[in-house]
């Protein structure tokens, strides 16, 4: 889900691991030269989703790598089905409050423009809360800081190698 930390999570993970790190959003925003809210505006979500499908399936195919998929992603069969065959994934959750706190001043989530914040946040998780619980594991982070959270994805990685 937007605004639950993936970037940051997946970027202390990565340097944990020594692992390279992406985020493919950025990724998608460097490939395409403008923002994800531009390529929203100017050629459209479906345009996005084409991308970001291309995108999160070849990047999966590398190894040693932890990787921050945008919020939508794993909605797709296609990837959510690659990320069950090649990788590890994890739901990272907070509650609905948190979500609110976090994403009420952003001007960047193109979902939430020109909408009540608080419906559209509350629509947009339990639409994809079913899809989402098909990751792997689920950490429920909304008592928990940035290392604990890391620290515990981690530990369950590890546990899968043994």
Known sequence: MMGVGKSTI?????KKLSYAFIDIDKL???????????????KN?????KIESETTLAE???KNVVIALGGGAFLNKSIRRSV?????SFWI???????IKRLKRTKKRPLLFKRNLNEAINKIYLER?????EADYRIKCSFLKLDEIVNKILNIYEKTRD
Do not use: H
């Not at 069950?84 to 590890?88: G, M, P, S, T």
């Open 93 to 99: 959750d907070v509650s609905i409050d948190t979500l």
């Open 129 to 133: 809360k079913k899809i989402y619980s």
């Open 84 to 88: 069950k065959n090649a990788a590890i």
């Open 60 to 62: 999966l195919k590398k």
């Open 45 to 49: 979500e479906q345009y996005f989703r």
């Open 10 to 14: 997946g970027l202390r993970l990565a």
């Open 28 to 42: 998608i925003e460097k490939k395409e030269g403008s923002s994800i809210n531009i390529i929203f505006k100017n």
